[in-house]
T-cell receptor, first 110, second 114 residues
Framework: QQQVKQSPQSLIVQKGGISIINCAYENTAFDYFPWYQQFPGKGPALLIAIRPDVSEKKEGRFTISFNKSAKQFSLHIMDSQPGDSATYFCAARRAQKLVFGQGTRLTINP | EAQVTQNPRYLITVTGKKLTVTCSQNMNHEYMSWYRQDPGLGLRQIYYSMNVEATDKGDVPEGYKVSRKEKRNFPLILESPSPNQTSLYFC?????????????FGEGSRLTVL
C-alpha cells in the first residue's frame, strides 16, 4: 500500500517555466519530508528536505511548500532549466523507514 | 571519494539460480538499506540495517535475504529468483545510526530474471 501519493507521473515544462510536483500522505507519524532527484543511470540524490514545523523551505530555484493540515507537500522549481530534466521522488520518514512516492519524470523543453 | 558501490550493475539470470548483489560503502555509515525501483511504484524498501548484525524487514522483503557482518558491506541475496524480482535495485547508506537526514544511494543494479 502506497503511503505517499505523488502526482503527476510525468510533466513537461518549457524552459524558464515553473515545475510543480505534488505529494500527499496519510500517516501523521511522518516527521521528515525530503525530495530526491534522479538522473538516468544514477541513484537518487537528496535535493531538498523539510520538517513539518516549517511551511516553506527554499534553496536556490527549489522550494518545498508544506501544508500540515492538508497532509500535502509540493516541490516548486522556478526558472526550470533543461538540466533539471530528471525523475523526482518525494519521500516521508517514519521511524527508520523512508517511504517514497511513485516518482515524476520531469522534462524541460529548451 | 565517498561512495556506495554496487555489483553487478547489470545481470540477467534464470529462475531459481541463486544470486548475490553486493553493496559496499566507504563513509563509515551505520545505516544501510536496499530498495527496488519499479515503474509507477517508486522506490520500495526491501531490508535495512541499523548496524552490524542488526537487520530488519522493509515493506517488500519476500524472496530476499540480507546479512551485515561488517559495517561497510550489506549484500542482498536472492535464494531462488523469480521473474517478479526483475527490477532496478538500489543500495543506500546513511550516517548517525539511522535516517537522520540524507540517504546516499549507489548507482543501481538492474536485474532481469527469465
Amino acid at each position: 500500500q502506497q503511503q505517499v501519493k505523488q502526482s503527476p507521473q510525468s510533466l513537461i515544462v518549457q524552459k524558464g517555466g515553473i515545475s510543480i510536483i505534488n505529494c500527499a500522505y496519510e500517516n501523521t507519524a511522518f516527521d521528515y519530508f525530503p525530495w530526491y532527484q534522479q538522473f538516468p543511470g544514477k541513484g537518487p540524490a537528496l535535493l531538498i528536505a523539510i520538517r513539518p514545523d516549517v511551511s516553506e523551505k527554499k534553496e536556490g530555484r527549489f522550494t518545498i511548500s508544506f501544508n500540515k493540515s492538508a497532509k500535502q507537500f509540493s516541490l516548486h522549481i522556478m526558472d526550470s532549466q533543461p538540466g533539471d530534466s530528471a525523475t523526482y521522488f518525494c519521500a516521508a520518514r517514519r521511524a527508520q523507514k523512508l517511504v517514497f512516492g511513485q516518482g515524476t519524470r520531469l522534462t524541460i523543453n529548451p | 571519494e565517498a561512495q556506495v558501490t554496487q555489483n553487478p550493475r547489470y545481470l540477467i539470470t534464470v529462475t531459481g539460480k541463486k544470486l548475490t548483489v553486493t553493496c559496499s560503502q566507504n563513509m563509515n555509515h551505520e545505516y544501510m538499506s536496499w530498495y527496488r525501483q519499479d515503474p509507477g511504484l517508486g522506490l520500495r524498501q526491501i531490508y535495512y540495517s541499523m548496524n552490524v548484525e542488526a537487520t530488519d524487514k522493509g515493506d517488500v522483503p519476500e524472496g530476499y535475504k540480507v546479512s551485515r557482518k561488517e559495517k561497510r558491506n550489506f549484500p542482498l541475496i536472492l535464494e531462488s529468483p523469480s521473474p517478479n524480482q526483475t527490477s532496478l535495485y538500489f543500495c543506500a547508506s546513511s550516517p548517525a545510526g539511522g535516517i537522520s537526514g540524507e540517504l546516499f544511494f549507489g548507482e543501481g543494479s538492474r536485474l532481469t530474471v527469465l
